[in-house]
């Protein structure tokens, strides 16, 4: 596959084989930012970090780099999304059960 390079000195198929390389961007910035609302706080602000590095990784290039973070973001969001209806769980138990004398 020997390819004629351009006038710029490139290829045309390393720009086409590029164009089609560049992954779609996963942060779940939506999925962090419904998290907040729920009452693990340190776990959710850290996956809102997260996402918004995954965000500053697919602006400079850095795919790997973007999916790595995306990844982790998708994670703690779902973890802390875990904890959270935990907590709320075991709240609404406590406060419904519990008889006042």
């Known amino acids: 596959m020997n390819a004629e390079p351009s006038l710029d000195g490139s290829s045309d198929f390393m720009k086409n ?3 089609q390389e ?4 996963k942060n779940y910035l939506c999925l962090t930012m419904f998290t907040c609302f ?3 706080w340190p776990i959710n602000i850290v996956a809102l970090v997260f996402s918004v590095m995954a965000q500053r990784s ?3 290039e ?3 780099g973007s999916m790595r973070l995306g990844r982790k973001a998708l994670h703690l969001g779902v973890v802390s999304f ?3 209806l935990g907590i709320i769980t075991a709240y609404t138990i406590v406060h ?3 008889h006042v004398v």
């Open 82 to 84: 875990a904890i959270g």
């Open 38 to 40: 729920c009452p693990a």
């Open 96 to 98: 419904f059960t519990t």
């Open 58 to 60: 697919y602006d400079e």
């Open 17 to 19: 084989r590029e164009a």
């Open 22 to 25: 560049i992954p779609p961007m």
């Open 62 to 64: 850095d795919y790997d």
